[in-house]
């Protein structure tokens, strides 16, 4: 059974069209993660969530938002997608503390028109 | 700040071994393995927590050099199924921030 579920699979969006994924746990894990993958490259973390501490990288561009409405979900708003945008987001939880593992969800294709 | 991979990429034929590295500038307290195959989601491989720390499955494992901010991973007598991009991952002391390094990509061949 799936722990961790992004909708869409894949989402087509036009440029500058406000879009939204979604990512949702069954497994009530505290910490909730937002990548962004480009093809061949390693997942690049934009902000995670410690129950609803929110904590943005740097160097996440401002056109990235996030919501996180309760333990079980959580929304990646793209506010203005540019083309440089299109990739794959992952979405992942682990539980608080070193030892544990980070589940991730099978991820949103986004491309960008 | 992200850890750093050697090498960026091995092929190998089918029963040969390899060693992927990891490290980091910054102090480790766990490191993360993840493989990855195309167009799907990571999976989870092993963590390792302590300086020191050597940890296995099958053929896959692991090792953790503490003290020297580094890591190994192991794949001996490689199979098909082990082609796939692999990933360290490093985490603060909550394990709140993990960041990948940027991938080692495993081909085996028959």
């Known amino acids: 059974d799936a722990m961790v579920i992004q909708n869409p699979r894949y989402q087509v969006t036009q440029f500058g069209k406000p879009v939204t994924l979604s990512c949702s746990q069954t497994?009530?894990?505290?910490?909730m993660y937002w990548y962004q993958q480009k093809s061949s490259q390693a997942p690049k973390l934009l902000f995670h969530?410690?129950?609803?501490?929110?904590?943005n990288e740097a160097d996440t561009p401002d056109n990235f938002q996030s919501r996180r409405p309760n333990t079980s979900f959580c929304f990646l708003d793209i506010r203005s997608p540019g083309l440089g945008d299109a990739a794959m987001y992952l979405c992942?939880?682990?539980?608080?503390?070193?030892?544990?593992?980070?589940?991730f969800g099978q991820g949103t294709r986004l491309t960008v028109v | 700040q992200q850890p750093v991979q050697s090498p960026q990429a091995v092929i190998l034929r089918e029963g040969e071994d390899a060693v992927i590295n990891c490290s980091s500038s910054?102090?480790?307290?766990?490191v993360h393995w993840y493989r990855q195959k195309h167009g799907e989601a990571p999976v989870f491989l092993m963590i390792?927590?302590?300086?020191?720390e050597q940890k296995g499955h099958d053929k896959i494992s692991a090792s953790f050099n503490e003290k020297k901010q580094q890591s190994s991973l192991y794949l001996t007598a490689s199979q098909l199924s082990y082609s796939g991009t692999y990933f360290c991952?490093?985490?603060?002391?909550?394990?709140?921030?993990?960041?990948f390094g940027a991938g080692t990509r495993l081909t085996v061949k028959p």
């Open positions: 910054k102090a480790l307290y766990s």
């Open positions: 497994l009530n894990h505290n910490v």
């Open positions: 969530y410690y129950d609803k501490d929110f904590n």
């Open positions: 991952g490093t985490g603060g002391h909550n394990n709140n921030d993990m960041r």
């Open positions: 992942a939880t682990s539980r608080v503390g070193s030892g544990t593992e980070a589940f």
């Open positions: 390792l927590l302590k300086g020191g």
